[in-house]
């Protein structure tokens, strides 16, 4: 056997025996050492550089590497880089992702198990540690040299569990040790970014078995399971690469390692989901603007209370359609313009039906020009009841309302059909004076205590990405069910970790992992976090394209006093009064 993979390269020399070099050699059969060192003979693999030595090893066991350009396409070219993976095989990952990770950041170290010191080739990849035993004093010095790679613009890769992974009986699967939270201390002291990987694949039965019965066997097999990949497909999958300010602050190495390690396996492919084909594929050509003339006829013929707020050069109007038609066909037609930009559009001309007829519009427009900005779409729950219709809320064909549900109860607001024109959609202002045109709305008509209605999830959005939304944010109720649910449950992983830590803070994080464009939940779904509302349920409207959303209520008068001042302003105080009178002015 070479002097380059043998299990004595482990042992000082000082410290072995003729007994002890015996018992190892008899383990380098048993462990199939010797395979691996035939292995070494055939290929000539010793004393290869490290690149060349890494690819002539995956060429010599015919690995296939699955999801490689994928990693490299989210790679940063420069600047400080932690990744971290989880740990499958215990070796060969090591090997597959300092060789693809390195072709794009030559400057790659890999924190590694010393057990990987058989691969004398790659020692220049390595920075040892000892992850089975924490206060080995060996330690100390290889994480203060990981500290420096990152923080000199370095990158580096890690498997933070430390060791391979095994069947937990606790939770009945083969899942990872817990992460140890240099992870989560290296990303917060450099602000590096962060890319999480997940590798796919399992050791051989046999192997866990053993670690069932003395975990160190684990550690003794690991040549042989490397063999075992021969001929394999090997998958990475990885995340979209994540900047330090995405993680929540103030949050614990502990808990940020927690949420590291769920970032690697909500890359699993096993947990994914496409959503149906588009049903907008052929566009119809949108109608023509309405005049800007005819526009500002049917304002000026509203009634002046009609008229809530205005600021600068915009008006905030509420409205009925037999008021204003023209009026809800331009917003139809702004609707349909805004919804396809995110792939919830209907496909016709103007997105319109019955509701428009008689729910409430609530809108903003730019009063020299006669611009419609904005608009909401409001159904007054008692105005609709009395106009005897068996079903009167457009929401009922998205979810199925018992009588017990707040519509059918009291006075309440259906909020639905928002949208902003593109130009004002990154500006606070739009939204501002669309909620501080319901608040003014509210205290004419005080008696409407609750707003419920639905925000949309596009689906640009990564299935996982409303999967995670739905099991961070909705507290189920008897009173509202979906008629077409959203069956996509939470891996078993980012269950158990929902189950120690609150997911909803964590989401921002998560989905900067997901998405490739980086964006944030809607920021429409973050305002009604601030106003404190309760999400009911998630569903599909199959009379939407399919569009995936939240339903939600929002109790007024129990808001943040900070954002119920802001948005009632003077009639504040009055509204809070009204309710607590119980609707007796």
């Known amino acids: 056997m070479t002097a380059a993979i043998s299990l004595l390269n482990l042992v000082p020399q000082e410290k072995q025996s003729a007994i002890l070099v015996g018992v190892l050699a008899l383990l380098d059969k048993m462990l199939a050492i010797h395979r691996l060192d035939q292995l070494y003979t055939e290929h000539k693999l010793t004393g290869m550089g490290k690149e060349k030595f890494a690819k002539t090893l995956l060429g010599a066991l015919n690995i296939n590497i699955e999801g490689g350009d994928e990693l490299q396409q989210n790679i940063p070219h420069h600047g400080p880089l932690v990744i971290a993976s989880n740990h499958p095989f215990g070796g060969i990952e090591g090997v597959i992702l300092a060789y693809v990770i390195g072709q794009i950041r030559p400057d790659i170290k890999v ?50 569990a430390g060791r391979v992974s095994y069947y937990q009986s606790q939770k009945k699967r083969i899942s990872e040790h817990q992460w140890n939270r240099i992870v989560a201390n290296l990303v917060t002291r450099t602000q590096a970014h962060y890319l999480a990987v997940f590798v796919s694949g399992q050791n051989s039965p046999l192997f866990y078995r053993l670690g069932r019965i003395y975990y160190r066997l684990r550690m003794l097999m690991l040549p042989r399971e490397l063999l075992n990949k021969r001929d394999s497909n090997i998958n990475i999958s990885a995340s979209s690469c994540i900047p330090a300010k995405a993680f929540r602050p103030n949050t614990s190495d502990i808990e940020q390692t927690a949420l590291q390690r769920v970032q690697s396996y909500v890359q699993d492919p096993l947990w994914r989901h496409t959503w149906p084909s588009s049903s907008t594929l052929l566009l119809q050509p949108l109608i023509p603007k309405v005049p800007s003339a005819e526009i500002k006829t049917e304002l000026a013929n509203l009634a002046a209370e009609q008229k809530l707020l205005s600021y600068r050069n915009l008006d905030v109007y509420y409205a009925y359609y037999e008021q204003i038609p023209q009026t809800v066909r331009e917003i139809a037609r702004l609707r349909e313009l805004v919804f396809r930009e995110h792939d919830e559009g209907s496909g016709n001309p103007l997105d319109t039906d019955d509701f ?80 501080r045109g319901i608040g003014r709305f509210v205290c004419q008509f005080p008696q409407y205590r609750t707003l419920y209605g639905t925000v949309s999830l596009s689906k640009l959005y990564d299935p996982r990405s409303v999967s995670l939304i739905q099991h961070a944010l909705v507290e189920p109720t008897p009173n509202a069910k979906a008629h077409t649910p959203f069956d996509f449950p939470v891996s078993a992983e980012i269950a158990d970790f929902a189950g120690q830590y609150p997911l909803a803070n964590h989401l921002t994080s998560l989905l900067a992992g997901i998405e490739s464009d980086g964006k944030d939940i809607p920021i429409l779904l973050k305002h009604y976090q601030k106003l404190s ?10 009379h939407f394209n399919h569009t995936p959303g939240l339903l939600l209520s929002v109790e007024l008068a129990q808001v943040p006093e900070k954002l119920g001042k802001l948005y009632l302003g003077e009639g504040w105080q009055t509204y809070k009064a009204y309710s607590r009178n119980d609707g007796m002015q």
């Open 111 to 160: 924190l590694a198990n010393q057990g990987l010191q058989i691969f004398q080739e790659l020692k220049d990849y390595f920075i040892f540690t000892n992850p089975l035993s924490e206060r080995d004093p060996r330690n100390g010095p290889s994480l203060r040299e990981s500290l420096r790679h990152v923080k000199h613009g370095g990158a580096l890769l890690i498997f933070p």
């Open 356 to 435: 428009d007829k008689t729910y409430t519009h609530l809108f903003i427009v730019e009063r020299d020009e006669g611009n419609i900005i904005g608009a909401y779409r409001m159904g007054q729950s008692d105005r609709l009841l009395k106009m005897g219709k068996q079903d009167p809320f457009y929401l009922s064909a998205m979810f199925q309302f018992s009588a017990q549900f707040v519509n059918r109860q009291a006075p309440c607001l259906e909020m639905g059909r928002s949208f902003l024109i593109p130009a004002y959609q990154n500006s606070f202002q739009g939204l501002l004076l669309l909620w």
């Open 533 to 542: 509302a309760k999400f009911h349920c998630l569903g599909i409207d199959s």
